[in-house]
């Protein structure tokens, strides 16, 4: 526990500290992601998350699963489904292993929480699958799954671990892995609107800068620049921290300074704080009123 007072004459002190157990929806829960390995960084592509529950014959089993992503990451639900194992291999029917009663809750865009009908021991399910789409845009990502039984109350989740969950996946990981191929960190830069005015009417007054960040280890510094056609920096705004994955910045018209530039054309250069200077990319915009 951390405990923070703004007062230095005020300190603040734990009295006491309660835990309550529950007991595990299953003995174990083994987990693997299919494929892990990611070629291309930042482009949408389809996942396959199998579980395999472990079950003894008193386990209340589960009903909910919870998927968890880095920040910067956002998942898109496609799929789930339930049955023996056999039923996945090749050649069986996974379409009719679809459960249609699963429902998906509203959570933020980095999670995925899916309700269905309760899974338990000796019910014949011996293997989940959950599909998904999602973009990396680091060197790796932990994908956090979990699951809980609803009659045990809230926030009761059992963690998934990381193992050979299904014979035919060969990854025994819920970790993805990407390569970076194209070593530059900042991409995928857009400009809208292209001509903005900067007057204070409301209208087209602030420039969206739109972009995406890839492998990087923690946040950096997103710096814009902003130049004559004939070269002169006549603008420089540092704009925060920001993390691996798709961002978007927006700028008034004004200098360091808190000037607005003249009427005219310009190149807009948007960066990061680093020595590699091959990262700034350049964008003509317009200044009118």
């Known amino acids: 526990a951390t ?3 703004e007062d230095p004459q005020v300190a603040a002190s734990i009295r006491s500290v309660r835990l309550n157990f529950v007991d595990p929806v299953a003995q174990g829960l083994i987990g693997e992601v299919v494929p892990f390995q990611v070629d291309s960084l930042g482009s949408q592509q389809p996942f396959s998350l199998y579980i395999r529950p472990d079950f003894d ?3 209340s089993g589960f009903d909910e699963l919870l998927l968890v992503v880095p920040e910067g990451m956002s998942l898109d639900f496609t799929g789930f489904y339930a049955g023996a194992e056999t039923d996945f291999m090749s050649g069986g029917d996974v379409a009719a292993m679809r459960v249609e009663d699963a429902e998906l809750m509203a959570t933020e865009t980095d999670s995925l929480l899916l309700s269905f009908p309760l899974v338990q021991p000796n019910n014949g399910i011996e293997l989940l699958r959950l599909d998904f789409n999602t973009a990396l845009f ?4 932990v994908l956090r799954p ?3 039984n609803r009659a045990s109350g809230e926030g009761a989740w059992q963690r998934v671990d990381a193992g050979n969950a299904f014979e035919l996946a060969t990854s025994n990981t819920t970790t993805l892995v990407g390569s970076l191929g194209n070593k530059q960190l900042l991409r995928d830069v857009r400009v809208a609107p292209p001509v903005f ?3 204070g009417d409301g209208i087209n007054d602030e420039l969206r800068v739109s972009y995406s960040l890839f492998g990087l280890p923690q946040g950096v510094l997103v710096q814009l620049e902003v130049y004559t056609l004939d070269g002169n920096r006549v603008a420089f705004v540092e704009k925060g921290i920001q993390g691996s994955g798709p961002q978007a ?3 008034d018209g004004r200098d360091a300074n808190g000037s607005v530039l003249d009427p005219g054309m310009y190149l807009l250069g948007v960066g990061i704080d680093s020595e590699n200077k091959s990262d700034l990319q350049l964008r003509p915009i317009g200044i009118a009123y």
């Open 3 to 5: 405990l923070v007072s």
């Open 57 to 59: 014959r008193g386990d």
């Open 138 to 141: 680091s060197t790796g990502a």
């Open 146 to 148: 979990s699951l809980q």
């Open 197 to 199: 005015s900067p007057n």
């Open 249 to 251: 910045l927006t700028w």
